[in-house]
């Protein structure tokens, strides 16, 4: 077997070594090193979206990402997002809309909806719809999703007018 | 909103000032989930833990001739393999059948196959290892030498005589049959005006937990003591089951349920990997943690609705149905499962069809076979789609054969609204249904009239859209009828125990569970309404077999229209009882003093009297000055389960309106409609969230979800890129209506809300394609609606 491999990361801005083999995931490396359980694993192939994270501001699936990739780079996990304050706002549309059930969907979905936002300013439904079409809920049937999601892109447009 | 208090007001014990009750409030604990922090048992790691890893049959039916795990043993961090054998003076097997279910007949199965397999994805050996990881590596060269045999996959030959047995000790392959005649159904056919049958077909498909199944379990061989850590509806089902089958006392087994990442039925049975990593545990000394990945999910977690079945309608010419005769086939793989059988669902397709309508001649034959495929068995609005989809496609059938109108004759054939109480040919008995109410209701909300000239419009420019009805009933609040009498050991009571502590807030234990539809929220809601606190002062504890009273968890609709009612009774003894002590310490007298806004307050015009807060301060520090012979009881319990139906039956109506591309096959939907009736609703916005879900569910059954199996019984499609489950893009907005029409079982007046959505969905979505396509005169009864079977009754392909 491969021996593991040094590695030099910040995640959600902490400054993070670590030794791993290298067909260790990103999403186990998170969730089974660094304990930031709040990546979830729904599918390990790249479809379900549960695990996906932003790595140098881009959202990938850290299923489908090996740690060994990430190796000077920086990882934000829902942890992060949700100390930093970034998504507060989204996050509070989503309570108020109900806009997660059983909750194993829903740091993905904030972390892709987060990117749209970031990417849009005035993304319609069909938009959202479209955008989260890689994050798989299977509670909400996502209109409550697409609703928070909607309201919190006028919010921020507003607040910046 | 049309709820409405009552008749107990004013101050009835929901509707008071500030009342939660019919309100949209968020539900508490949000931004654990939200923020990365709940506590899923695939999260849950423990000192020693060891993990898990099944090797798994790559055969649907064979004979396992060899186990060879010597090189495997060598590997690094390998703990032990073990086979079935080992694990016989462990635990003891079971056979998955109910007392009621008369003649339902199924093997011993055991936690780990011995001898034999019997489908594509039965364990026969487990690999511990220190990680998943290195369990997964010494799992690959577990050497497993199998004698394949025949598979038994097509449920229409099942029962043929050159089709192998099963299990051999049970003489054929049929688990369960049952019949029913009621009225005259072969006069009602004799002097129909039309007739109109078809063969419904149905495919097989799971519920796709986004969080696979996950099991954590701890036994303490120093305390004697098993702690089982899993994502379970029914955490006391699980104790018992657990303890029955190690060997146990119940009081040796404590079973712990935090965060479950979606459950829809698929965690409310008894798998046999779990029963393994139980027995796993108790054999190694250690907690052992299992979970399953997506493509054991796929072909372990159970699955549903492969049912075919062929239907008759008689109808006039007036649009009097005179008779529905019904003849359902369902394959449910090699074992009922364990403990609520898999005769269930067949049981309900023939208890349910024809349901919502005034109907009194019946005639259904139900056949359930073995197949050597996954097992099926309950999922999110058991036989409901079925039903729904059969009964719903003849009356469109029978309409179209009488050239009516699909709302008008539903009109003609619904049961009336004053009616009740009544009860269905097939003998279900309705205490209040609102059909009537709610159709019109759905026909306001949808502009049936402009949806139909649009239709028309459309088609002349070659656009083909459809709409598609769907009236339904849907069994919530089960009693004692469902299970209890047929000798399982699952409650149908549940129990809520409330209690004021030291700062005034309320700590409340229920024994339902949370798995996202909102117990928690319901509860607090309840609780705050009927003690006169904040909603935030109510601290809820579920899911630990240690903590709660005793009860039967979430499934079944059941949350709000038990739990909810036992929360409101707990509360009203805890509510009593704080004014007893109030009275006391103020002297005053209990009538005159009310509880609002966290204080004790005078029932007439609601000056504040004392805080809870020093209340309880007094209470639990300094009853010394209390007045002698005074002994508060800051806390209550209570249960409930119904009595006097065996379940409190829904009701509602689904609309679909889509459009078919009749050169590619895709079906575009363009809007859904839902109107249902619950009862008393108490949380709106989780009641609609709840319907929303359930009808993405069945939309997805209508269009895209199938577990495809090979032959020879390979499941092909195991994996989240080839099953196809609904996504954003692809589903519509759903509107959703109510109708409120409370049950008398209780104060509370809560039916449940779960299954509506799921048990409408898919009819409606066949009824609107088929209404789509009626230029082409072509009719399709068969789901998921592929693009490929559309351009194949189109001819096109």
């Known amino acids: 077997m491969t021996a593991p491999l040094p590695i030099f990361l910040r995640v959600n801005g902490e400054r993070v070594e670590a030794q791993v083999l290298p067909r260790l995931n990103l999403a186990d490396f998170l969730r089974e090193q660094l ?127 | 909103m049309t709820s409405s208090p009552k008749t107990q007001a004013p101050l009835s014990a929901l509707h008071r000032p500030n009342s939660y009750i019919g309100r949209v409030v968020p539900r508490p604990n949000l931004d654990r989930l939200m923020q990365g922090r709940g506590l899923y048992v695939s999260d849950l790691e423990l000192p020693r833990m060891a993990h898990a890893v099944f090797v ?23 703990i032990a393999i073990v086979t079935g054998e080992e694990l016989v003076s462990v635990i003891t097997p079971w056979v998955g059948v109910l007392s009621h279910l008369k003649g339902l007949k199924s093997a011993p199965q055991r936690a780990i196959a011995i001898g034999r397999v019997c489908w594509q994805g039965e364990a026969v050996a487990a690999v511990v290892a220190t990680s ?90 120093a305390e004697a003591r098993l702690t089982i850590y899993q994502g379970t509806q029914a955490p006391h089902m699980v104790q018992n089951i657990a303890a029955l089958h190690l060997g146990l006392e119940e009081s040796q087994v404590r ?135 059969v009964t719903e496609g003849l009356v469109d059938l029978a309409a179209s054969k009488i050239g009516m109108d699909p709302v008008e004759i539903r009109r003609r054939n619904l049961i009336a609204d004053d ?93 339902i569970t949370e798995q996202g539809q909102g117990s928690e929220s319901l509860t607090a809601q309840i609780v705050g309404s009927v003690l ?33 009612e036992a929360a409101l009774q707990a509360t009203k003894i805890l509510r009593r009882n704080i004014l007893d002590v109030a009275a006391a310490i103020l002297q005053s007298s209990p009538t005159e003093l009310d509880i609002a806004d966290n204080a004790v307050v005078n029932a007439d015009g609601g000056a504040p009297r004392i805080e809870l807060r020093e209340l309880a301060r007094i209470v639990y520090f300094r009853p010394d000055t209390l007045p002698p012979g005074i002994q508060p009881e800051l806390m209550a319990t209570r249960h409930f389960v119904p009595r006097e139906y065996p379940f409190a039956f829904t009701n509602g109506v689904q609309a679909c309106w889509l459009e078919v591309d009749t050169d590619t096959g895709f079906v575009k939907l363009l809007k859904h409609w839902v109107v249902e009736d619950c009862g008393t609703l108490i949380n709106p916005q989780l009641v609609d969230e709840q319907i929303r879900g359930g009808v993405v569910q069945g939309l997805g059954a209508a269009l895209f979800e199938k577990c495809i199996h090979d032959e020879r019984g390979q499941l092909t499609n195991a994996n989240m890129a080839d099953y196809l489950v609904p996504m954003s893009g692809e589903m519509p907005d759903i509107d959703v209506g109510h109708v409120v029409s409370p049950t008398a079982e209780s104060e509370l007046g809560a039916k449940g809300a779960g299954e509506a959505g799921t048990a409408g969905a898919a009819a409606a979505v066949a009824n609107a394609v088929n209404d789509a396509l009626r230029p082409f005169g072509t009719v399709i009864t068969e789901i998921p609606l592929t693009p490929q079977l559309i351009l194949t009754s189109l001819k096109r392909i």
């Open chain 1, 35 to 161: 304990k930031l359980t709040g990546t979830h694993v729904g599918c390990e192939h790249g479809v379900c979206g549960a695990c996906t994270v932003r790595v140098d501001g881009e959202i990938v699936r850290s299923c489908l990402t090996l740690a060994v990739q990430t190796h000077g780079a920086c990882v934000e996990t829902i942890e992060g997002l949700s100390d930093s304050g970034e998504i507060a706002d989204l996050q509070n549309a989503f309570r108020q809309r109900n806009a997660l059930q059983c909750g194993f969907c829903t740091p993905g979905m904030l972390m892709a909806a987060q990117d749209l936002l970031k990417h849009e300013k005035e993304p319609d439904r069909a938009r959202i719809r479209e955008h989260l079409s890689g994050n798989y809920c299977r509670c909400t049937g996502y209109q409550a999703i697409i609703d928070a999601v909607e309201v919190t892109a006028r919010v921020r447009r507003e607040s910046k007018s």
């Open chain 2, 56 to 78: 798994r049959s790559p055969h649907a039916r064979a004979n396992i001739a060899a186990i060879e795990a010597s090189t495997a043993k060598q590997m690094p961090g390998v």
């Open chain 2, 132 to 221: 998943r990881a290195a369990a997964e590596d010494a799992a690959d060269i577990v050497s497993v030498e199998y004698e394949e045999l025949e598979a038994v996959t097509d449920m229409r030959t099942a029962l043929d005589l050159g089709t192998p047995v099963i299990h051999p000790s049970l003489g054929d392959n049929l688990a369960f049959e049952r019949t029913l005649d009621v009225g005259e159904v072969d006069a009602a056919f004799a002097d129909a005006d039309e007739i109109a049958e078809a063969e419904f077909v149905f495919g097989r498909h799971t519920g796709v937990t986004l969080e696979p199944r996950a099991v954590v379990a701890d036994w303490n061989a």
């Open chain 2, 255 to 389: 079973v712990v349920c935090k965060d479950v990442g979606g459950s829809f039925g698929i965690k409310v049975h008894i798998y046999a990997d779990e029963m393994a990593t139980y027995a796993l545990s108790k054999l190694l000394r250690r907690p052992i943690k299992f979970v399953a990945d997506r493509i054991e999910s796929f072909n372990t977690d159970i699955h549903a609705r492969d049912h075919r079945c062929r239907g008759r309608i008689s109808v006039r010419r007036d649009g009097t149905i005179t008779a529905f005769e019904i003849d359902d086939l369902t394959g449910i793989g090699p074992y009922s499962m364990y403990p609520r059988t898999s005769a269930i669902e067949a049981n309900q397709v023939v208890n349910l069809v024809g349901g919502p309508y005034g109907t009194k001649n019946y005639r259904a034959r139900a056949r359930v076979v073995f197949q050597n495929k996954n097992v099926m068995c309950q999922y999110r609005a058991v036989g409901h789609p079925i039903a729904c989809s």
């Open chain 2, 419 to 511: 009616a009740y109480p009544c009860a269905s040919a097939s003998g279900l008995r309705f205490e209040l249904l609102s059909h009537h109410a709610a159709l019109n209701k759905l026909m306001a909300m949808m502009n049936y009239d402009a949806l139909r000239a649009e239709q028309a419009a459309l088609r002349k420019k070659n656009i083909h859209r459809g709409i598609g009805i769907a009236s339904f009933i849907e069994v919530t609040n089960p009693s004692a009828a469902f299970y209890g009498v047929g000798g399982a050991k699952i409650s149908s009571q549940d129990g809520v125990a409330v209690r004021l502590d030291a700062q005034g807030s309320v700590v409340c234990q229920t024994s």
């Open chain 2, 532 to 564: 006169g606190v904040s909603m935030s002062r109510v601290r809820v504890i579920s899911g630990d077999t240690d903590q709660t009273p005793y009860g039967g968890g979430t499934w079944a609709s059941r949350g709000a229209g038990i739990g909810g």
